[in-house]
C-alpha cells in the first residue's frame, strides 16, 4: 500500500475523513507503529486484524487522544489532532466516540445519566434534549425499560449497549470499537455483533474496528488492514483478505484464528 494513497479512494474521490501520514509512537524501546500511513473515507467501515501487539489498539488510542504519538500527523475532518493546541484538539475529539472493551461506565449514575453526562458537559445540549435522544438510543439497543437501572443491575452485555448508545449520544462521526465482545459470556456475544451489524447498515458513520470475530469483520467491513509489527502489511476488500490473501504472514494469522 502506498504511502500517498487513502485506502479505497481513487482519484476525485471525498476526502479523507480519518488520515496517518509517517505515524511512529514507542513505548520505550518498543516501537508498537512504525511510520504508519493509512486513511479512511467519510462512511466506510474499516477493520484492523492482526496479532495482540501489533499496534491496532493504539491507533485507536491516538485517535482518542489517550496516547500522543511521537513523529507524524493525524487528522481528522480535516483538523489536526497531533501536532495540534489543546483546543483544536478538543475540538477533532468531539467527533469521535468509541466503545472499550470493559464498557467504562459510571457507576454511581443511572443508565440514562451515563448517556445524557457528556452531551450535555462537553457537547453543551439541555438537559431535556439529551435525556430525549439518550432514551431513544435505549430504545434502539433494547434497553428502553432500564433507565433508571445502574450499570452494577446489569448484565455484560446489557453494560456494552449502554456503552454503544453513550458513544451514540455523541452524534460522532467516526466510532471506534476496540474488541468490543472480548469481555463478554460467548452467550452475549451474538447480540451486541448484531447491534452494531444494524448500525454499520442503518447509519453513515465511519468505523474503525479492532476485532478478533472475524466473521463480524467479513460481514461489516469496506477495508480490512493486516497489521504485523506495527505496519500495515496488506489491505484489501474483506473477501480478498480472507479468501485469498497475498502475504504468508495474513495467511499464517487467519490459519490460526479462522
Not at 454503544?164 to 469481555?183: H, K, N
Not at 461489516?220 to 502489511?233: A, H, N, P, Q, T
Amino acid at each position: 500500500m502506498s504511502a500517498e494513497t487513502p485506502l479505497d479512494t481513487p482519484t476525485g474521490a471525498t476526502e479523507p475523513l480519518i488520515r496517518f501520514d509517517d505515524v511512529t509512537k514507542r513505548f520505550g524501546d518498543n516501537t508498537v507503529l512504525d511510520d504508519l500511513c493509512f486513511s479512511v473515507r467519510p462512511g466506510k467501515h474499516v477493520t484492523l486484524i492482526g496479532p495482540s501487539g501489533s499496534g491496532k489498539t493504539t491507533i485507536l488510542r491516538l485517535l482518542m487522544t489517550l496516547e500522543k504519538p511521537d513523529e507524524g500527523t493525524i487528522t481528522v475532518a480535516g483538523k489536526r489532532l497531533f501536532p495540534a493546541q489543546e483546543k483544536e484538539r478538543r475540538e477533532a475529539r468531539k467527533k469521535i466516540g468509541m466503545v472499550f472493551q470493559q464498557f467504562n461506565l459510571f457507576p454511581n449514575m443511572s443508565v440514562l445519566r451515563n448517556i445524557t453526562e457528556a452531551p450535555v458537559r462537553v457537547l453543551g445540549r439541555p438537559k431535556e434534549e439529551a435525556e430525549a435522544r439518550a432514551k431513544e438510543l435505549l430504545e434502539l439497543v433494547g434497553l428502553g425499560d432500564r433507565c433508571g437501572a445502574r450499570p452494577s443491575q446489569l448484565s455484560g452485555g446489557q453494560q456494552q449497549r449502554v456503552a454503544i448508545a453513550r458513544a451514540l449520544a455523541m452524534e460522532p462521526r467516526v466510532l471506534l470499537l476496540d474488541e468490543v465482545t472480548s469481555a463478554l459470556d460467548p452467550e452475549l456475544v451474538a447480540g451486541v455483533l448484531d447491534l452494531l451489524r444494524d448500525i454499520a447498515r442503518t447509519t453513515d458513520i465511519t468505523m474503525v474496528c479492532v476485532t478478533h470475530e472475524m466473521n463480524f469483520a467479513r460481514d461489516i467491513s469496506d477495508e480490512v488492514l493486516m497489521f504485523d509489527s506495527g505496519k500495515v502489511i496488506e489491505s484489501g476488500p474483506p473477501e480478498k483478505i480472507f479468501s485469498d490473501p497475498e502475504q504468508a504472514r495474513t495467511r499464517e494469522f487467519l490459519g490460526a484464528v479462522l
